[in-house]
């Protein structure tokens, strides 16, 4: 579960930051930073805040609007589109999903606590890593749910208007279903030309 723990070892204000959606074949890649005021979290709000990838489609939309309405968390979530995925790189697009999301904070923070082990250039504050980071830290995992909430609404979206790949279900990831629709279909301007399994199609 996570704590507070590297917070605590920070001075000032805290956010944690993590990203979704870097292995999917199309859509943008989301990220989302998260400052959690720790005298004003329940008990009762940080039991709902996990890892991203251990909620269930529910729980997360459940733990992001009680965050919201609680009050005791500032976020701000941002976006690489699928241009610039393919233009500077997925990794590249990650940090700058990251950068955006932290310059997007109502209050800068003098800390962000990075879920991976590389710290994305030219960030607004310092930043450490955690591998691992939205299992141990309340703040990048709040920052987890935020970014995949935020990013499976858009493949919704996506998928009501480019029907046939399943992006509903497989939030663009490479499914049979969506290999299959590809090979069928052919790719579409959401897709990452730069990734492989579409690049082929061309």
């Known amino acids: 579960m996570p704590s507070f723990d590297h917070e605590a070892r920070c001075q000032g204000i805290v956010a944690g930051v993590d990203e979704a959606g870097r292995g999917p074949l199309a859509g943008p890649v989301f990220a989302a930073a998260a400052v959690i005021d720790r005298t004003r979290a329940t008990r009762r709000l940080l039991k709902l805040i996990d890892d991203s990838k251990k909620l269930t489609h529910a729980r997360r939309e459940q733990a992001c609007a009680a965050m919201i309405a609680s009050g005791a968390v500032q976020f701000a979530i941002a976006e690489a589109s699928v241009e610039e995925i393919d233009r500077i790189n997925i990794l590249q697009a990650t940090f700058l999903a990251m950068r955006r999301a932290l310059a997007a904070l109502a209050e800068p923070p003098e800390v962000a606590l990075v879920d991976g082990n590389r710290v994305p ?22 920052a987890s749910i935020f970014a995949k909430v935020a990013r499976d609404r858009h493949m919704d979206v996506l998928a009501a208007a480019f029907p046939g790949y399943g992006w509903e279900r497989n939030r663009g990831y490479g499914s049979a279903q969506h290999l299959k629709a590809l090979e069928l279909l052919g790719p579409t301007p959401h897709h990452r030309m730069s990734f492989a399994p579409v690049s082929r199609l061309r």
């Open 121 to 142: 250039p030219g960030l607004v504050c310092r930043a450490e890593t955690i591998v691992g980071g939205d299992a141990h830290s309340y703040s990048i995992a709040a």
